[in-house]
């Protein structure tokens, strides 16, 4: 892990998961990977947080419980001056579709389950929209 006051501070994440296995395996690996990680459980922390701190990435998983990701996915958008690299994960399929229909910038998709290697490894890409005549962002693991 990095340390976070050498002159590079580790790279910021906020990992919005409900289900607490999930939360605590993806964010212990993209620790041990040298992220520092925001982890929460619900659509409006995500906007709280995000608001607050500003993480560069955002990895939201759609089906959260009352304020579900979709709605969080608008709201960061209502943050002035803000464009986080956004990974949205979900056990449901289709998420590229739909994101595109409701105009929301995502830069991946994955469906659940998907192997925390594979969503650190993602997160560390460049922040270019994943649309169209791309390779299939979907990883089912």
């Known amino acids: 892990m990095r340390n ?3 002159p590079s501070p580790a790279p910021v994440v906020l990992f919005a998961e409900d289900n607490l296995y999930d939360r605590e395996a993806v964010s212990h690996y993209l620790r041990h990977e040298g992220w ?3 982890p ?3 659509g409006d922390a995500i906007l709280e947080e995000a608001a607050l701190l500003r993480p ?3 990895v939201v998983d759609i089906d959260l419980p009352g ?3 979709w709605r969080a996915l608008h709201g960061l958008r209502d943050i002035p ?3 986080p690299r956004v990974v949205a994960l979900s056990a ?3 998420l590229e579709v739909e994101a595109e229909r409701q105009g929301l910038g995502c830069t991946g998709f994955f469906a659940k389950p998907v192997n925390p290697r594979t ?3 993602f997160v560390g890409l460049p922040p270019e929209p994943v649309w169209g005549d791309a390779p299939n962002p979907f990883f089912v693991l």
């Open 81 to 83: 001056d803000y464009h």
């Open 4 to 6: 976070l006051s050498s």
């Open 40 to 42: 929460v459980e619900t």
């Open 56 to 58: 560069p990435v955002i």
């Open 67 to 69: 304020f579900d990701g």
């Open 119 to 121: 969503i650190a490894s």
């Open 36 to 38: 520092t990680v925001i």
């Open 92 to 94: 449901f399929g289709f």
